[in-house]
């Protein structure tokens, strides 16, 4: 079968920075904390509303932040223990957080699963979105966009096509292929019950041809399963991005300043669908991850963590770090954010913790554009890069914005292929966020 790709982006490995050896064959392990901190804004949207107090006594899979707003989801408690605090704590972000901090008792006592609506075959499509939403399931790739909100689609709109994005096209970051590896059958039935809910007859896992132990495992789980399919991808950085994993699998393009649901698909991760999977067949909610932690630290590992786990304790159960710490990534290294320390929680949507040491942390000196449009080549989404930093560096938003940057996805495919080291990917991201602001400081107004 033909291997599907997209026009434009990058190949890490080519450089040896791809970084998945050294946790590709390795199992995953669960770690369990002596306590977590939750934060309430889990997915995209507003936070969630603490519903417990200090001193309470909680459940694992109890609700202890309800949804707020329209793109709200309920958070749950991912141990069973004593509520130690609930207060802002810094985490990733610019602005503190609220946090739920709990001590573990050990005991992972769970609360009453939700009530029984069958299972990802069996069950009632009318209540599969609401059990998505109950369970808080946000995608688990790393953009954390409620589940329920990208199943709820306008009357006149159709999804015909359901992708599920096992690329993983990320550095560093294995912990989707030893999901598909080693526990393949709950991701097909998360994609079963989506497909049931969305009145679709037709799912694609599409994974990347440099995983062919996933491969084969989730082919042997679609055995038998109504309208299922894998489909191998040509390995290619940023290859799991949604719009570019939706040309390479079906061909099509998503208009400029739509949404996957305009040209009939709807992409999830692996992982998502795996959590859609436990909320409908078991009744039980997000309350864990699989995450790499990689890098310089004594024992690599793919980590089933519960959400909430601090990274330093993630880090000293893998032995801590070897070197001395320069940087420490949370994501993978083309779009994860550079922490200020380990104190920070995991997340659902936290694939990954990459250690670098001093010497792998040195930061480049930016030079001057050469002209050598390699950035244009390598942009997946076609756009100017070298043209559209001009107006970044002039600070003009409306310069920036005629060149579309607001299209760019932060790849970071642009920075990566630069001979100049221009600082290309940031000051776009810097860009956005300017204009972003400015919008709501106008009132809404563009």
Not at 42 to 64: F, N, R, T, Y
Not at 358 to 368: N, R
């Amino acid at each position: 079968m033909k291997k599907r790709s997209f026009k434009g982006g990058v190949h890490p490995l080519s450089r040896s920075h791809e970084g998945k050896a050294l946790t590709r064959n390795e199992k995953v392990r669960e770690f369990i904390p002596e306590m977590v901190c939750i934060p309430m804004n889990l997915h995209l949207g507003a936070p969630s509303e603490p519903c417990v107090k200090k001193g309470d006594q909680v459940k694992m899979g109890q609700v202890i932040g309800t949804p707020v707003g329209a793109l709200g989801l309920p958070v749950h408690a991912s141990v069973s223990g004593e509520v130690l605090d609930v207060g802002e704590k810094q985490q990733l972000g610019a602005a503190k957080v609220t946090c739920v901090t709990i001590k573990n008792d050990k005991l992972d006592t769970w609360v009453d699963p939700m009530p029984d609506i069958g299972n990802c075959e069996t069950a009632d499509p009318k209540l599969i979105i609401q059990r998505i939403k109950d369970a808080g399931a946000s995608g688990m790739g790393g953009a954390a966009f409620p589940m329920h909100i990208k199943l709820t689609i306008q009357d006149e709109k159709y999804a015909d096509t359901i992708i599920l994005n096992g690329a993983e096209c990320e550095t560093h970051l294995t912990g989707d292929f030893r999901l598909m590896v080693e526990n393949p059958v709950p991701i097909v039935d998360g994609l079963r019950a989506v497909m049931r809910a969305m009145n679709c007859d037709n799912g694609i896992i599409a994974i990347e041809d440099n995983k062919p132990e996933a491969i084969e495992a989730m082919r042997r789980a679609c055995e038998g399963r109504s309208g299922v399919q894998v489909r191998q991808l040509k390995t290619k950085y940023p290859q799991g991005s949604e719009k570019q994993l939706i040309t390479a699998v079906t061909g099509r393009e998503v208009p400029r300043g739509k949404l996957p649901i305009d040209c009939h698909v709807i992409v999830m991760n692996v992982a998502t669908a795996a959590a859609v999977a436990d909320a409908v067949n078991n009744g039980k909610p997000v309350v864990r991850r699989i995450t790499t932690v990689t890098g310089r630290v004594k024992q690599p590992s793919n980590l089933l963590l519960r959400i909430g786990t601090l990274a330093e304790d993630a880090i000293e159960f893998c032995g801590g770090y070897t070197n001395e710490v320069g940087k420490l990534v949370a994501g993978g290294m083309m779009t994860g954010i550079a922490a200020p320390n380990d104190d920070f929680s995991i997340t659902k949507a936290m694939g990954g913790l990459v250690a670098l040491d001093t010497s792998e942390a040195i930061s480049y000196v930016e030079h001057p554009c050469i002209r050598c449009s390699r950035c244009v080549a390598a942009c997946p989404v076609g756009l100017n890069p070298a043209t559209i930093k001009k107006y970044c560096d002039a600070n003009d938003l409306e310069g920036a914005k005629q060149h579309n940057v607001m299209d760019c996805i932060v790849c970071g495919c642009c920075s990566y292929t630069c001979p100049a080291n221009r600082f290309l990917t940031a000051s776009f991201k810097n860009m956005k966020d300017k204009i972003i602001l400015t919008s709501r400081r106008n009132g809404g107004k563009k």
